[in-house]
């Protein structure tokens, strides 16, 4: 089995905050991803220039697909980036994690994703798309999703109807499972109508936390839950630090969460849905593959960033692997 991913190619500088007035000064609502441009983004990073900062290559796509293959499943990643240091860095990196890099390269500046880390471990995003914006319908071919089982995309895209309608029809041609991440609330506000038209039709699997769950169906978690299995194969409806729930047909789940220090909520999603891709992939109950998804979001919010040490990763490899 082997999954591919499609998304924002993006590389992450992070920085943690002492007090949330920056995010005032700043103009970004606590919590938020703005889509911001490149003088926007210079005066983030001179916003940070005194503080700590911490460097990953992300997007939330990319950051589910390497924490697949971290549990050494095969996969692959579409996305796009600038012929610069951030986009070489993003390719090395994403070969380093033995992903197949299906990246489209062009002579724009790469996308970077400042983001700014509450006490509480909250992220708020300054998001500068740059040649990740780029990624388009005319990009894709059918060759491109050949050999895999599954085709991972993040929410950020959906704004581009045009690749995800060819996308996901290709994925399908292919016989793939389509899976998708709601990834932010409001960009699942600005795109309810065609969620709710693609959703039913074309996709298995949907990750969402309460806020998004709630923005696409206008209820609470719960209920949400209900609608939204309705409509695809499996519907997981996360809710923060109490955990999740899971429901396939009738069969219904609550997976709580890990009590931990939580210092940075930077790619606790994202590693989530790898834990339990992994899991079903390797035929486990939802349960199981419900906690494999609970154990590795419990251990990246312990850490800065999207991404965990080798050493984490073998701690984490022998728990699940046992």
Not at 9 to 14: E, F, T
Not at 116 to 138: C, H, I, N, P
Request: aromatic share 8%; with cysteine.
């Amino acid at each position: 089995m082997k999954v591919l991913g499609m998304g924002n190619a993006l590389v992450d500088v992070l920085a943690l905050i002492d007090n949330d007035t920056l995010l005032s000064q700043l103009e970004l609502p606590k919590g938020s991803m703005q889509l911001i441009d490149e003088q926007k983004k210079e005066a983030l990073h001179k916003a940070m220039e005194n503080m700590d900062t911490f460097l990953a290559s992300g997007g939330s796509a990319s950051n589910t697909i390497t924490g697949i293959a971290k549990l050494g499943i095969g996969t692959g990643f579409i996305g796009r980036v600038g012929k610069d240091f951030y986009g070489n860095y993003y390719k090395e990196d994403l070969e380093g994690y033995n992903v197949k890099s299906q990246l489209i390269v062009c002579n724009e500046s790469s996308g970077v994703a400042t983001t700014f880390v509450s006490k509480d471990g909250q992220r708020t995003f300054g998001t500068y798309l740059g040649a990740a914006a780029g990624l388009s319908a005319e990009d894709l071919n059918s060759e491109d999703f050949a050999g895999y089982d599954y085709f991972y995309i993040e929410g950020y895209l959906v704004q581009n109807l045009s690749l995800i309608r060819k996308a996901i029809l290709l994925a399908k041609e292919n016989g793939l499972k389509v899976v998708l991440d709601m990834a932010s609330y409001n960009v699942v506000e600005a795109s309810r109508d065609f969620l709710l038209e693609i959703i039913p039709e074309y996709v298995d699997i949907i990750f969402a936390n309460e806020e998004e769950a709630k923005a696409l169906c206008n209820t609470e978690p719960e209920e949400a839950l209900e609608q939204i299995a309705g409509m695809v194969d499996i519907a997981i409806v996360k809710i923060g630090e109490k955990g999740s729930f899971i429901k396939r047909g009738d069969e219904k789940v609550f997976v709580p969460a890990l009590k931990v220090n939580c210092i940075d909520t930077t790619g606790a999603g994202d590693l989530y849905a790898a834990g339990f891709l992994y899991g079903l992939i390797n035929n486990m109950s939802l349960e199981e593959a419900g906690e494999v998804g609970t154990l590795l979001a419990g251990n990246v919010i312990q850490g800065m960033g999207p991404k965990m040490d080798s050493e984490k990763w073998d701690e984490l490899i022998a728990i699940v692997k046992k």
